[in-house]
């Protein structure tokens, strides 16, 4: 048809365009040999072209690939090109500095940002080596860096990458200085991107100033800061860093702190791109943290902790007694010993109760899709709350600057106890603080699970579990969003529902409320996955925590198979 070899000639067109113009052989050899099966390649070539990466919930991310809409050196050039262009507008005059992961492309891509930046006059400051993601936006602010670069895709699958992008104290503001970019910024380097005109253009310097070691000792000094002095350490904590850059620097906060060297899954100790041991390098998927939970197991661990691949999450096991199939010849009532993921609100009820008894006082935060459970501890605890739209870039940003935050944490295993160093979240002084707080209920005999129950008695068992599904094709997001929005479920759980919320256009998210029970609906902004956030507040009887744990499991269950059955998923 007409139209079709229209659009078949305009994007072949496009992507000659992008091709005469990629700097990377490697890169044009892979769009050549897809131009070169056309039409039969005409869907691949079209997604490649689809458009421009964008500045989702944590910068720009996307597979490694040639063309506009992936991860490679022209889409790096350019951006970089856009960024130092921007800061310049901006008047901004500090240098930049840039952290990589240990992902294919990541060293290359923040050596090429470094001579971008060079090239157009300013100051390029380098990390050492892979580092995790804290380090970087630690260097941001403690080098008085007009903004800062990370490349990295976190926890994505291996064959993606990202940028995340930091403003210092110069242009972030009093409320931005250290955090990741929000609006109107993202928008405004989005469009200096756009306005990069051709790459052999774009003048490269030289390769930068390598930061040296004292910048990861001064990181890890302040991390072992967020610690009182004194208590006790004796704990023995299995860790992994599930194939990413976390555990040189992990080990060295604990040896710092007193406490004993984690011992570390040692497979998944070193940087390996290809995350060999793992379906997906997330401590959020099943699987993801089984050698973890074996290494706990087989040296008696007390609690067992993994750091995304860089090193900004920290998602924490604990040995729990659970009801098991009962082996022959054994009392069917009898337990076994098993491990269990506590979910990120846990840990993040953890931490903020375990700030509030030492005293912090100031804001605690957290995001519209994460547990009530925070906000019920503030009120009954008299401490400023506020709550945010998903993603760091936002929970640092809490309470507009009246009061200022001392601890956020986000579901998504996400946690900032030291916002004065790291204005984003820190797998790192999280696993501190974590490990600080196990160590010592450990010294009294109790354990994370006991705190976890008290709480539960305080408050009620706030059970929150996650919907998430993945797509090939992201319109089965946009038309799982649009039933939702059509056909809104008027009861839940047998409850009316007495509050729905759409937050277009601010956000694409959908909120659904009964008596007891949340839904949060909104597609992730790094990956092709819709999620949906739910929790079920659960009153505890007669101090009966057990009782009411099940009752919330059961009811978070049913309300797991009512949501998939409204988004269509
Ligand atoms: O990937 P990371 O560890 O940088 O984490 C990033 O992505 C997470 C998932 O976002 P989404 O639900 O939009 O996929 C966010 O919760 C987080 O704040 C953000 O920093
Ligand atoms: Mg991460």
Avoid at 280 to 296: K, S
Avoid at 448 to 463: C, I, S
């Amino acid at each position: 048809m007409a139209a079709d070899t229209t659009d078949l000639d305009t994007i072949r067109e496009r992507a000659e365009r992008w091709l005469a113009d990629d700097p990377d052989p490697a890169d044009r050899a892979e769009l050549r040999a897809v131009l070169d099966q056309l039409p039969a390649s005409a869907p691949e070539l079209a997604d490649r072209f689809a458009g421009p990466l964008t500045f989702g919930t944590a910068g720009l991310r996307g597979p490694l690939r040639a063309g506009p809409n992936g991860m490679n050196l022209a889409v790096v050039t350019q951006a970089a090109a856009g960024l130092v262009a921007w800061l310049a507008a901006q008047g901004g005059t500090g240098p930049l500095v840039i952290g990589y992961d240990a992902r294919r492309g990541s060293r290359q891509f923040a050596e090429r940002t470094a001579q971008v930046a060079t090239g157009a006059g300013r100051l390029a400051l380098l990390l050492p080596r892979p580092l995790p993601t804290p380090v970087l936006a630690y260097a941001v602010r403690q080098l008085g860096a007009v903004a800062g670069v990370m490349v990295t895709a976190s926890h994505n699958p291996p064959q993606d990458n990202g940028y995340k992008v930091y403003l210092g104290t110069e242009l972030g503001g009093a409320l931005g200085a250290g955090a990741q970019i929000v609006p109107p910024a993202d928008a405004g380097i989005e469009a200096a991107i756009r306005a990069v005109g051709p790459l052999a253009k774009v003048p490269l310097g030289p390769a930068g100033q390598l930061l040296g070691d004292d910048l990861v000792a001064g990181y890890v000094a302040r991390a072992v800061e967020v610690l009182p002095v004194g208590g006790p350490r004796e704990l023995n904590v299995a860790y992994t860093p599930l194939h990413g850059v976390g555990a040189a620097v992990l080990t060295a906060a604990f040896a710092a702190a007193g406490f004993p060297v984690p011992g570390v899954v040692p497979d998944q100790a070193e940087p390996d791109p290809d995350f060999p041991t793992v379906s997906f390098p997330n401590p959020e998927e099943p699987g993801a943290v089984d050698r973890l939970v074996a290494l706990a197991e087989s040296t008696g661990a007390d609690l067992a902790i993994a750091n995304d691949p860089d090193a900004d999450r920290c998602a924490v096991a604990v040995r729990e007694r659970v009801a098991g199939p009962a082996e022959a010849g054994s009392d069917p009532a009898a337990e076994r010993p098993g491990w269990r993921m506590l979910r990120g609100d846990e840990v993040g009820a953890l931490l903020a109760d375990h700030l509030m008894r030492r005293g912090v006082t100031g804001l605690y935060a957290t995001t519209i899709v994460s547990s009530s459970l925070l906000r019920a501890m503030c009120a009954a605890r008299g401490l400023p709350y506020d709550e945010t739209l998903t993603g760091f870039k936002w929970i640092v940003r809490a309470g507009g600057g009246a009061e200022p935050l001392v601890f956020g944490y986000e579901e998504a295993l996400g946690y900032c106890v030291a916002p004065e160093h790291v204005r984003d979240k820190d797998g790192i002084t999280a696993a501190l603080t974590i490990a600080e707080l196990a160590a010592g209920l450990k010294a009294q005999g109790r354990t994370l699970t006991d705190r976890l129950d008290e709480l539960a008695a305080e408050f009620g068992v706030h059970h929150t579990d996650q919907l998430s599904v993945r797509v090939d094709d992201l319109r089965l997001i946009a038309d799982a969003m649009a039933r939702i929005r059509a056909a809104t479920p008027t009861s839940l759980l047998g409850q009316p529902v007495t509050e729905a919320q759409d937050l277009l256009p601010e956000a694409d998210v959908v909120i659904l409320r009964t008596d007891t029970a949340r839904v949060v609906i909104r597609p992730s902004g790094t990956e092709p996955k819709l999620k949906a956030y739910l929790e079920v507040v659960e009153p505890v009887a007669d101090g009966d925590v057990a009782a009411a744990r099940s009752r919330a499991a059961l009811a978070v269950a049913a309300l797991r198979t009512e949501t998939a059955h409204a988004l269509g998923v």
